[in-house]
């Protein structure tokens, strides 16, 4: 079993910047990758970006340039940077694990973002 516990969340105004921050425990050496996806009010759920163990990484085209997404070594926390934040960043964000067998999630942390 993993425990996904996001952190980092929060109000900020267009143009901003917030981190956020994933902590993991448990199985984490089971964890392959880990990732960010984020939820909108009446939107289907959906990937920001994704790191793997060997520090391969993937962005969603909407926020190249924008995020970051990097990890400890030990895969212990997963952090997202966004900068040039929008007001369509506005999401509930959700931490993401995946192992083999299973995927594990966070509870979630809302970021809003103000025009």
């Known amino acids: 079993q993993v425990q996904l516990v996001e952190s980092g969340g929060g109000l900020v105004q267009a143009g901003g910047s917030l981190r956020l921050s994933c902590a993991a425990s448990?199985?984490?050496?089971?964890?392959?990758?880990m990732g960010w996806y984020r939820q909108a009010p009446g939107k289907e759920r959906e990937l920001v970006a994704r790191?793997?163990?060997?520090?391969?990484?993937n962005y969603a085209e909407f926020v190249k340039g924008r995020f970051t997404i990097s990890r400890d070594d030990a895969m212990n926390t997963v952090y997202l940077q966004m900068n040039s934040l929008k007001s369509e960043d506005t999401a509930v964000y959700y931490c993401?694990?995946?192992?083999?067998?299973?995927?594990?999630w966070g509870q979630g942390t809302q970021v809003t973002v103000s025009s």
């Open positions: 790191i793997t163990r060997t520090g391969r990484t």
């Open positions: 993401n694990g995946e192992s083999t067998y299973r995927t594990y």
């Open positions: 448990g199985s984490i050496f089971s964890i392959n990758a």
